[in-house]
């Protein structure tokens, strides 16, 4: 099983819809969650942390299910401008190490 | 705002040269990160660095790569002989010793190895 999985998309939807990704991790070890954007061949840039109780910002909102070892993110209101690549990320220590382990990354396209 | 660097932005070079990839950590992180993204795969994890010596490493991570801090501020990622496989985005990340769940990212080195 992967370390942490998510469906590659890509995502196509219109201007206004709303998406819903999601993402699962295998090590219950994992110890913070994030998700990240990345535009083409950029570097990878937060866009949020996630917690358990669940958090919000603007239009983003992010949700972790630590029992299901799940995480999601929503997207209200698309704009093209959010069309990138959304990187699941877990941060996990091992030995005293936080190291990030990514996702594959999920790509959405907003259409005009 | 305080940013993480690397030089150059891309790289170029022959198979079977070295080459040295360069990262200006920020001024106050005392662990240093080199990940890897292959075009249309995921970034995955090198390298960790703390107090001179290698933390961790990954199985990517092999006799070829060498990490160095020569001075107190560049955190250098050394490929000793490159392969075609080795072209990617090489991403610097740094961190400070409390905040251990935020890492700050540069804005990437391309590597092509032709």
């Known amino acids: 099983r992967k370390e942490v999985e998510q469906d590659p998309g890509p995502f196509n939807v219109p201007e206004g819809a709303t998406v819903a990704f999601n993402c699962t991790y295998s090590?219950?070890?994992?110890?913070?969650f994030f998700w990240y954007r990345q535009d083409c061949r950029k570097e990878p840039k937060l866009l949020m942390s996630?917690?358990?109780s669940g958090n919000e910002d603007g239009r983003f909102t992010a949700q972790l299910n630590r029992a299901s070892q799940y995480i999601s993110l929503l997207i209200r209101d698309s704009k093209l401008s959010d069309s990138a690549t959304y990187l699941c990320v877990v941060n996990l220590d091992t030995s005293g190490t936080y190291k990030y382990i990514f996702g594959t990354g999920t790509r959405l396209k907003v259409l005009a | 705002e305080p940013e993480v660097t690397q030089t150059p932005s891309h790289q170029v070079t022959q198979m079977g040269q070295e080459v040295i990839l360069r990262c200006v950590p920020i001024s106050n992180h005392l662990y240093f990160y080199w990940y890897r993204q292959i075009l249309g795969q995921k970034v995955e994890f090198l390298v960790s660095f703390y107090n001179n010596e290698i933390s961790e490493k990954s199985e990517i991570f092999d006799d070829q790569f060498s990490v160095e801090r020569p001075d107190g501020s560049n955190f250098t990622l050394k490929i000793r002989s490159t392969k075609l496989e080795d072209s990617a985005m090489y991403f610097c990340?740094?961190?400070?010793?409390?905040?251990?769940?935020?890492?700050?990212f540069g804005a990437g080195t391309r590597l092509s190895v032709l």
């Open positions: 996630v917690y358990s």
């Open positions: 990340a740094s961190r400070t010793e409390a905040a251990k769940n935020i890492q700050y």
């Open positions: 090590n219950s070890a994992s110890q913070s």
